[in-house]
């Protein structure tokens, strides 16, 4: 085979592999494509002296360059690996998974990496190491194919052989290749090589249909990849966010909030199991470089802010749980971060609410509103246009790049994620996306509490048990939890600290006495209004869940 077929081949193959691994990294995980965590990579290894020359000559651009740089070094290997694979298939595919090892190792190296970021790496360098097996195959016929091809049309291909042009007669005579006995290899005219232990001669047509194949297995999984996103991108934006520093840091939480027992919710959610609740089939990708927030309506000043405007204001940290009205009682739709963001208020002050404005409507980049009262952003709490979760860029799920965040009410009224528009206006001239539906115009968070340990239905074995939970009341504060078993005495739990009234707050019961047998329990808190949950069960709609949590346990 001709040295530039070769090359073509092993082209081809890179793409289809690259391709391949878009399309399963818009499935799984942009942030997984390997060629963005090779980048990402090279930049975290690269050292300093030379990371500031790139930005130096670069400039905004240090990033462009990478990725051109890492794409021109993988075509390189992509034509070395095609080269070799003529010579031998297993050359080329020992390099492809040689080569997409290095991809495992940066993909998985990454923070935050899980073990499902090494599907698109793998998924794609198999079907390049398929499309390269696949397309040598075709270009490279037996030899003998080829030789018996000179006396009548070869294989079971049934396209003419050489010789034959369009249009020609195919002969008429031995439509079957010649018996083995008659064929004669060593007459082969084409030139002939070694492919595994065959003696096989190049056949350009089909090289043709191999990489035309090729090409748009690679374009059409390419092109579904970024179709299925945007995503990619946005997720290296989302990476190259630095966040700002809040003017008032917020001091650590102190020990005291996490009572760390296995099976208790900690108390500082996890990004990756934090709670996700939208309208989204498809998750809005916003690109933070076009993002803008616009603030009208009855305003005295019109406000249209940028990302980067966003990132100069003063910037403010707060621990708040966010819940969802949809929370069934004991239910997981509840989840506590430190968000770090802006002060919504600060932002409506410069826009000047006009007097009469009762109602915030918050629209979402795919259209979701929320109508969040006036007066409850402009009371001092933390209502936020949060950037970052946890120490990081808000994750993409969660709201990326701006969404809202309001201590004490329900996200359907206040926690629009992909904000995109603000207009103040009336309750009584406008409605959210969940009014018409059936849920109540406002939505305060109910005081609730939840029992995590031991589960329900769980078998314990007798004597000591610890039951623990979380209770919460954002911005009022929990101020008691009790736990009863078999409907006895109310118990106090022990309260774990809480750094404000606007995240829930661990308690633990740390030495029942657990019996053999069937047990029920029932957990109830009292916030810093002095109320406390009564056993009145009210389902989800239309303004959340009231009741006690409880649970049954098997002793013995
Ligand atoms: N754009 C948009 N924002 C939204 C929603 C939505 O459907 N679309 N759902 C809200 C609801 S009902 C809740 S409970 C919270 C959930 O936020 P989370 O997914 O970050 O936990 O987001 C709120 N923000
Ligand atoms: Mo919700």
Request: charged share 20%; net charge negative; aromatic share 6%.
């Amino acid at each position: 085979m001709p040295q530039w077929a070769a090359a073509l081949i092993g082209l081809v193959s890179g793409a289809v592999a690259v391709g391949v691994s878009l399309l399963v990294a818009g499935l799984v995980n942009p942030s997984a494509f390997p060629i963005v965590a090779v980048g990402d990579s090279a930049v975290d290894l690269t050292p300093a002296v030379l990371k500031e020359w790139a930005i130096r000559t670069f400039g905004e651009n240090d990033k462009v360059v990478l990725l051109g740089g890492i794409i021109v070094v993988m075509a390189l290997i992509a034509v070395a690996l095609g080269i070799a694979a003529a010579r031998d298939v297993r050359y080329g595919l020992a390099g492809l998974a040689a080569f997409g090892l290095v991809g495992v190792v940066a993909v998985l190296t990454r923070p935050e990496a899980g073990l499902v970021d090494v599907l698109p790496t793998v998924v794609g360098v198999g079907a390049g190491m398929f499309a390269l097996h696949r397309i040598i195959r075709r270009s490279l016929v037996p030899a003998e194919e080829l030789a018996g091809a000179s006396t009548g049309p070869y294989g079971d291909r049934g396209h003419p052989a050489h010789g034959t042009g369009p249009g020609e007669i195919a002969p008429v005579s031995s439509p079957e290749p010649l018996p083995e006995s008659e064929r004669r290899p060593e007459v082969a005219t084409p030139p002939v090589m070694r492919a595994g232990n065959d003696l096989r001669a190049f056949d350009r047509r089909g090289l043709l249909t191999g990489v035309l194949g090729g090409v748009a297995a690679a374009g059409v999984a390419g092109i579904a990849g970024r179709m299925l996103s945007g995503r990619a991108e946005v997720s290296v934006a989302r990476s190259g966010i630095t966040l700002p520093h809040p003017a008032k840091p917020l001091a650590p939480l102190p020990a005291g909030v996490d009572l760390k027992l296995k099976g208790l919710s900690p108390f500082v959610t996890p990004n990756s199991d934090f709670y996700r609740v939208d309208t989204a089939l498809v998750v809005p990708q916003v690109d933070p470089g076009s993002w803008t927030l616009k603030i009208h309506g009855m305003v005295d000043r019109p406000v249209e802010l940028t990302f980067a405007d966003l990132m100069k204001r003063t910037v403010v940290e707060a621990d708040v749980t966010l819940c969802c009205v949809s929370n069934e009682v004991g239910g997981p739709y509840i989840g506590n971060a430190r968000w770090l963001g802006v002060s919504l208020a600060d932002v409506l002050r410069d826009a000047g609410v006009q007097k009469g404005a009762d109602m915030l409507l918050s629209t979402s980049a795919d259209g979701w509103t929320a109508g969040t009262p006036v007066d409850v952003v402009l009371d001092g709490r933390d209502a936020l246009l949060a950037f970052g979760m946890n120490g990081e860029a808000l994750p993409v799920d969660h709201g990326f790049p701006v969404r809202q965040v309001v201590p004490g009410l329900y996200g359907y009224v206040s926690a629009t994620k992909w904000v995109t528009d603000i207009r103040v206006t009336r309750f009584d001239e406008d409605e959210a996306y969940w009014t018409p539906r059936g849920w109540s115009a406002k939505g305060p968070i109910k005081t609730e509490s939840r029992i995590d340990l031991p589960r329900d239905g769980a078998s314990v074995p007798v004597g000591r048990t610890v039951i623990a939970g979380v209770a919460w009341a954002q911005h009022k504060g929990v101020d008691a939890v009790e736990v009863r078993v078999d409907r006895g005495q109310w118990r106090q739990a022990r309260l774990a600290e809480a750094p404000t009234a606007d995240t829930w707050r661990q308690w633990v019961i740390d030495d029942w006495d657990a019996t053999a047998g069937d047990h029920t329990i029932e957990v109830r808190a009292t916030d810093a209004t002095g109320y406390t949950q009564t056993a009145d069960r009210a389902p989800v709609a239309p303004d959340g869940a009231t009741g006690w949590h409880t649970i049954q346990v098997r002793v013995g």
